[in-house]
């Protein structure tokens, strides 16, 4: 008994399923099906549902983005600011601290040293973005020469200037290296104020800088008023080793750059204090 029934079961269900597909089949065949048919409900009802699903993932990526936007959004929003891109005439520095005739505009090493910088000189503004280059601009960071030059048209170049830029502008990284031309240009903007370069270091090959730190020294006497804050001297003479993170395969070409944490930091904001006092 069991067995007759299993059959007439597994019978019904071949039936359903060749019915199935004989309908899919002359649905498929109709090119144009009317509206209010069962192949135009069936066509409306994908549509609907292609649309809602479409809907939905617009939905999800625009979650996705602002949970992205979200998850960074310390570090872009402080970022977007830094670039000078949207600037405001607020500074956020109470009268009578000591660095407010200061501003700082560089890359990244000037970015992840900047809590530690602003408390060792307080009063400084900071201009920082990762990436940044002297001559290289992108939409949402322009390069230091547009951020000095914006930065200065809004009144807000303080009367001493740290350039602490060139780190990017190497060759290992197939940026342009840093030219005479670059810091004529800087001292356009700058005027009679105080400028002071930074020099660059690599942990695996120093001599990767070579060329860009002569230019940097060799503007430094050439303009009044321009100093170095010689950031590759004071890594040499500790273990570099200690100062410098050891990048490794996170690095791109010859950019093994960045302080360590806590003795490069510690060693960066020593120089730039020393540097300006």
């Known amino acids: ?23 899919i089949s002359v649905l498929s065949k109709q090119k144009t099906p009317m509206p209010g048919t069962t192949a135009g409900v069936v066509q409306e009802t994908a549509e609907d549902i292609r649309a809602q699903l479409e809907a939905v993932a617009g939905e999800t990526e625009a979650k996705a983005v602002a949970i992205g936007t979200e998850k960074d959004t310390e570090l872009n ?37 900047k809590e530690q910088v602003e408390e060792a000189l307080p009063g400084v503004e900071i201009h920082s ?19 000095a030059k914006l930065l200065e048209l809004e009144g807000r170049l303080r009367d001493r200037v740290i350039f602490a830029l060139g780190t990017n502008n190497v060759a290992a990284l197939s940026m342009n290296t840093l030219t005479p ?44 008023g321009w100093h170095v804050i010689d950031w590759a001297k004071a890594v040499a003479a500790e273990d570099p080793k200690k100062i410098i993170e050891d990048e490794g395969e996170a690095a791109t070409g010859n950019c093994q750059v960045h302080p360590t944490d806590p003795a490069g930091i510690a060693l960066w904001v020593k120089t730039i204090s020393e540097g300006v006092k």
Do not use: W
Request: aromatic residues 8%; hydrophobic residues 35%.
């Open 1 to 23: 008994m069991k067995k007759s029934v299993l059959a007439v079961i597994a019978i019904l269900e071949a039936v359903t399923i060749v019915i199935g597909l004989i309908y």
């Open 77 to 113: 929003d402080q970022d977007v600011q830094n670039t000078g891109v949207r600037l405001d005439n607020k500074t956020g520095v109470e009268k009578g601290t000591s660095y407010e005739d200061l501003t700082i505009i560089g890359d990244s090493i000037s970015r992840m040293t």
């Open 129 to 147: 973005m990762y990436g940044k280059t002297v001559d290289y601009s992108i939409e949402t960071n322009p390069c230091g020469l547009e951020l």
């Open 181 to 224: 031309e670059m810091f004529a240009k800087l001292h356009e903007i700058t005027g009679d104020r105080e400028v002071y370069l930074v020099t660059a270091y690599d942990l695996y090959d120093p001599a990767v800088y070579d060329e860009n730190n002569r230019v940097i020294r060799e503007a430094a006497e050439k303009y009044d």
